[in-house]
């Protein structure tokens, strides 16, 4: 009997001991650092106590608490984590080889299909994709009219539910998109043609018709015992949500005319939409402004939608949609493989013209209200998800390096493909 | 790696608003006072002059003064560097650059499609770009003949040629020439291996050795024909083959090689064949595994044109990292920034930041890849790619430093000629806007009824 208290108090003591050496405590400490909360104005030599992998206290005068591990980022900005809008992270590793592509399924409407069941969480693209900030990202499937369901995954965890943050973000849509009339003269007779799109769309409106018949017959199949219920529909199920407008659907527009058009179906079906692309937003800015439709800018290593707008249109796009006051956030767009610029395409529609400030919340703050999850993500503030970005300056700058990335709480492991491979060849002695 | 920007019909207003030539010192001296110049072989000069005569750069310094009737540009403060240089480059070429019909393809010329309506000439200015490498596709083991250009935007196809810059023949190893990608380039053929690829090659080298033979032999006898004055009966020439006369052009150093090429192993096999063979290689294309052999590539004084992170669209290119440039520069190789694709080739100068960030090379490094480097990778040096007197006045203007995040460029002026000016830009877009509300809104009439 005393033997055994002897070892039960032995081995408490021993555990106690592995817990003080755990190199994650469940407290974490950011000194004196500037802190960039985005919401909320800068703080000069601040500190942030994260618990449990919240934001617990944050300001000039919180105090560690006795034996918490401390980062010193004396000198070091510290920021939100960013939010990637639109990737395929975990859905393609190598572009030219298929069997590692996931994120395009056969077929026009696949609503049903949901990117968490093919994710690889070890897709090295996660570790290399960080290095810039990104924290969450919108991983989405593509393809067809209707390409599934995107999920929100924070850019760590051993597993997919482990790194999911929310399951079910998002619907898509791809919006058909009127051709550019072909040759010289052309313009003109396109014009007095059929118009292709609104036909095209029309097909869009007949599927959600469809879907919605589905969801009303199943209503009174419930209500009714003598009403037989429709045939179990996998599609139109997914399209419930959409219907009743508590899914958003991310609907995918570029030409000026197609918004138009994008805009009056989204409010005809009186669905919760947000829109990606937008090439030619700039041209009715206020009419997107009006419909309080977000937008979702793509990768903006691209050129011109077309000629005429001019060879900066995609740069000048952003900032006419900010300024009519459209909520806007960045992506970086089809390639996992070029993730990491997120932040330079925010620093390319600053050089530009976009307020600096409105740059940062379009990485932060508005994916974050977008997709509706801004009482947990895009800013430093008590309360909020403790995903946080440590970095020699400012990360808008391709010179500057993100030292340390901290996600729920957790320091994440900086170490990825690039660092293991550049440290190896490094090490080849010169001759 | 080619990204079109599909430009259809001819955008006529659009077009002559951006080909008029604003400001040129082939009238006048062109005098640029007051900025910050990055002149790459000698340090930047803050509130620095640059003195433009005719084509060339006459005199770069502080206070210069203005010569008698010389136009002047105030810099304010601007950055000016010398004009970017993209060595790797696939625009201004009418048509596709691949010729697939055939494995190995020397007797093709990009010379002979070059487009000067080519929209992305435009596009190039407006990101600093002033002299680009256009070439054949990457389909071939040895592909034809590419050419350097100047972005003369406005000017014929024979006015864009960067005159006396030695021509280029394109080599590819790998798996575009294996054709072994799920988005295949084109059928299926010999070679399907690396092994077949470098075979292809040796192959032309021998056939091409007996052609300049056989040549050799004609003359020769030829010679001596004409000179036994009708004794000896004039031989009869061998059959004419451009193809092996390319081939031969290439073991006769007149061309420079340009091998498209990933993976370290490949690039050093292809080394040893052109060891054995004479052959001078002047730069690896791509050369993304590059880093692993710096020793290899400084002792043999090879190039690398590179990306400065574009990875992982395929399996050549996964083993690679950001970083690689930089590596390959600190220890000693020569290195270019290339776009290879017309969107990459508008924000050249962003990609140079990054390698300050991955591998830590100097901002004056960064620039040296955009620059002098590629300059002496085409042969070119002596022309551009610093901004010394005697040398071109290509050059770009930006109204931050070049590796700037938010950075904008400006000016562009390519032979003391301004082909691009962002202000002029601004107040042609704005007036083109403006005239067609005009037209849209109808005139009031005039004595109406109401």
């Known amino acids: 009997m005393k033997k055994s208290l002897v070892i039960a108090i032995a081995c408490m003591l021993l555990s106690g001991a592995l817990l003080r050496s755990n190199p994650e405590p469940d407290r974490l400490f950011i000194k004196n650092a500037t802190i960039v909360p985005v919401v909320g104005s800068k703080i000069e030599g601040g500190n942030v106590l994260i618990e449990d992998g919240k934001i617990k206290a944050v300001g000039k005068e919180v105090q560690p608490p006795a034996g918490v591990q401390v980062i010193d980022a004396s000198g070091m900005f510290v920021y939100p984590g960013f939010i990637d809008s639109y990737s395929h992270f975990g859905l393609v590793e190598i572009a030219a080889i298929a069997s590692t592509s996931d994120f395009r399924e056969m077929g026009k409407e696949n609503p049903e299909l949901r990117v968490v069941w093919a994710v690889n969480p070890h897709s090295v693209h996660f570790g290399t994709g960080r290095v810039t900030g990104t924290t969450t990202a919108l991983i989405a499937p593509s393809g067809g009219t209707f390409a599934g369901i995107s999920a929100l995954l924070k850019m760590d965890g051993w597993t997919v539910p482990e790194m999911t943050f929310k399951e079910t973000a998002t619907s898509f849509i791809n919006f058909p998109m009127t051709p550019r009339p072909v040759g010289e003269g052309v313009a003109v007779q396109a014009e007095a043609k059929e118009d292709v799109t609104s036909k095209l769309v029309d097909r869009i409106r007949d599927y959600l018709r469809e879907a919605r018949r589905y969801q009303e017959l199943k209503k009174v199949a419930a209500d009714d015992p003598a009403v037989k219920a429709p045939e179990y529909n996998a599609k139109y199920e997914a399209l419930g949500p959409v219907l009743d407008g508590t899914l958003p659907v991310i609907v995918s527009v570029e030409k000026a005319k197609d918004i138009e058009l994008a805009i009056k179906f989204v409010q005809d079906e009186k669905l919760k939409a947000v829109f990606r692309g937008c090439a030619q937003g700039f041209k009715v800015a206020d009419k997107i402004k009006q419909s309080g439709i977000p937008v979702i800018i793509d990768s903006l290593y691209t050129g011109p939608s077309e000629p005429e707008d001019g060879y900066d249109a995609p740069y000048r796009n952003v900032v006419a949609l900010a300024k009519a006051g459209v909520l806007i956030s960045f992506s970086s767009g089809d390639s996992p493989a070029q993730g990491k610029d997120l932040p330079y395409h925010a620093a390319k529609a600053v050089a530009f013209g976009l307020p600096y400030d409105e740059a940062l919340k379009a990485l932060t703050i508005n994916p974050a209200r977008i997709f509706g999850v801004d009482d947990r993500l895009g800013s430093i503030e008590v309360g909020k998800d403790a995903d946080l970005i440590i970095a020699s300056g400012d990360p808008l700058d391709m010179k500057t390096e993100v030292t340390q990335l901290v996600i729920n709480g957790r320091r994440i492991d900086m170490s990825n493909w690039w660092e293991t491979l550049y440290q190896k060849f490094k090490s080849r002695p010169e001759k | ?450």
Request: with cysteine; aromatic share 8%.
């Open chain 2, 1 to 450: 790696m080619k990204f079109k920007i599909a430009v259809i019909g001819i955008l006529g207003a659009f077009l002559s608003l951006c080909q008029s030539l604003w400001v040129s010192a082939a009238e006048k001296p062109l005098l640029l006072k007051n900025g910050h110049i990055i002149t790459v072989s000698g340090g930047t000069i803050d509130g620095g002059d640059i003195l433009i005569q005719g084509t060339k750069i006459a005199q770069v310094g502080q206070g210069l003064p203005a010569p008698a009737g010389a136009e002047t540009i105030d810099l304010a403060g601007r950055w000016v560097m010398p004009g970017i240089i993209d060595s790797h480059s696939h625009i201004a070429l009418e048509g596709d650059v691949n010729e697939m019909g055939d494995i190995i393809t020397a007797e093709v010329d990009c010379k002979d499609v070059i487009n000067p309506r080519d929209i992305n000439i435009f596009y190039a200015l407006t990101g600093g770009v002033t002299s680009i490498h256009t070439m054949h596709g990457s389909a071939n083991p040895i592909g034809g003949r590419g050419i350097a250009l100047k972005m003369r935007w406005g000017k014929s196809a024979a006015d864009l040629i960067f005159e006396g810059a030695p021509l280029t023949s394109k080599w590819a190893l790998g798996e575009n020439p294996k054709n072994s990608n799920d988005i295949g380039m084109g059928p299926a053929r010999y070679p399907k291996t690396r092994m077949g690829v470098e075979q292809s090659i040796r192959d032309q080298f021998e056939r091409a050795k007996d052609y300049i033979k056989k040549w050799a032999d004609y003359e020769k006898k030829a010679k001596a024909a004409k000179e036994s004055k009708g004794k000896i009966a004039p031989p009869l020439p061998p059959k004419k083959d451009y193809r092996l006369e390319g081939v031969a052009d290439i073991l006769n150093g007149k061309l420079w090689v340009r091998c498209h090429a990933y993976q370290s192993e490949e690039m050093l096999s292809i080394l040893r064949l052109c060891r054995e063979y004479g052959v001078k290689l002047v730069c690896f294309e791509h050369g993304l595994e590059g880093y692993r052999i710096t020793n290899e590539l400084v002792k043999y004084g090879v190039a690398v044109s590179t990306f400065a992170d574009f990875w992982a669209y395929k399996w050549e290119a996964y083993n690679t990292i950001p970083h690689a440039a930089a590596l390959c520069a600190n220890r000693g190789v020569l290195v270019a920034l290339n776009s290879d694709d017309a969107e990459r080739m508008r924000h050249l100068f962003n990609d140079a930041a990054k390698t300050v960030r991955f591998g830590g090379v100097s901002e004056e490094e960064a620039i040296r890849m955009l620059t002098i480097n590629p300059a002496k990778i085409l042969g070119v040096d002596s022309r551009v790619g610093t901004i010394e007197a005697g040398k071109d006045a290509d050059l770009a203007v930006f109204n931050r430093h070049p590796l700037d995040p938010f950075t904008v460029c400006e000016m562009t002026m390519v032979d003391g000629t301004v082909y691009f000016d962002r202000a002029r830009y601004l107040a042609d877009m704005k007036k083109a806007e403006e005239e067609e509300k005009a037209k849209k809104t109808p005139e009031k009439k005039s004595g109406g009824e109401d």
